[in-house]
């Protein structure tokens, strides 16, 4: 079966003698390794202002607490994510809006959104899915317009761009996830990116207890509460041999993405998405929406492909009842929607299988 899903790791005899001098170094928690990760991860989205953290829920719960998201602040987001992103609204005690999506991208919709701000909005958080990108001209123009910042949601997105830089320095906050299955893994771990340096500081302190680490511990004051969201150096050990090899891989992803985009056109059964203007996808999952989904589904599966919608529209969990609403595009989108493999372990006999069962029908 070829899996929707894979995490890519450096040969072993790359990975193994790096880690090994990491465990026996003496020093495991963050230090040196995490700091010059930061650096390289910064080179690659051109944009200095990164903090490496525990994961990518941990960057989404800072980035709403600097946001001065509170209890009962409301926060306009997206049923068509991952759960980390909207679990991480009810950890500083907001309230979730949902946005409805464009039923043509499944992307949380500007207009929507514009319609759904109040007094009490305090953050919009957007996902660009599957690693494609939101209509971030429009989202711009909002946020600027309400003064109301935005938190790009870019665990999916690595290595995708908007007017041809990299995501990760538009918006007030972007955070990437590098859980197991993402583009680039560290076994576990995020960062947070900022357009501005000024937050960064006090971002730094919030990931260890509020302590400053550039300070002795003994001359320390903490003035606000803190968490244990610092990336260790066994993680960003793993992340500085993984980016020797990110662009290669990310582009695998970005390659076999724009294959299917060119050779599922017009194929019967299939609607394509519409990327958004100024933006280029990285393709973590090759999104599509598929006539009876299902069959669809049992049809790739019989022929060693798996397929799946991966995620469950976070609007029907419990904890998210007092913020039901309609959501017309969403059931539109989510009733078609499904992924098929795009990544770095594809072969093109498997991406010319992968076609030729779609064209087949179902």
Known sequence: MIPLVKPYLPPREELLPELEAILYSGYIAEGQPVYDFENLFGEYLDNQ??????????????????????????????PMTAEPTNVAITMVGGKVVWGDVDPDTGLLCPKSVRSLITEKTKAIILVHYAGMVCDM??????????????????????????????????SA??????????????VDGGFLSFNKADQIGRARR??????????????????????????????????LVQMKHLE????????????????????????????????????????????RREDFIKHMEAHGISASPLH???????????????????????????????????????????VETIKKGW
């Open 49 to 78: 202002n990164v903090l490496a953290l525990h994961s990518g829920t941990d960057a989404l719960h800072i980035a709403l607490l600097l946001a001065n998201v509170g209890i009962g602040d409301e926060v306009i987001s997206t």
């Open 312 to 354: 469950y529209r976070n609007d029907l969990h419990s904890i998210f009842k007092e913020s039901k609403r309609d959501l017309p595009g969403l059931d539109d989108f989510y009733s078609k929607m499904v992924h098929i493999p795009c990544g770095w372990w594809l072969t093109n006999e498997d991406r010319e299988h992968m």
């Open 206 to 239: 919030m990931r260890w207890f509020g302590l400053d680490k550039g300070k002795p511990r003994l001359e320390n004051d903490i003035v606000e509460t803190g968490y244990k969201y610092a990336m260790n150096n066994v993680n960003a050990t793993i992340g």
């Open 137 to 170: 001209n429009e989202f711009n123009k909002i946020s600027e317009e309400f003064n109301i910042p935005i938190i790009e949601d870019a665990a999916h997105a690595l290595g995708s761009k908007y007017k041809g830089k990299r995501v990760g320095s538009n």
């Open 173 to 186: 906050y972007t955070i990437f996830s590098l859980q197991a299955i993402k583009h680039m893994t560290t």
């Open 248 to 291: 290669t891989i990310v582009g695998k992803y970005i390659d076999n993405g724009k294959f299917f985009d060119e050779q599922l056109k017009n194929t019967n059964g299939v609607q394509l998405i519409k990327y958004s203007e100024d933006t280029e996808p990285s393709y973590w999952l090759y999104t599509m929406m598929v006539e």
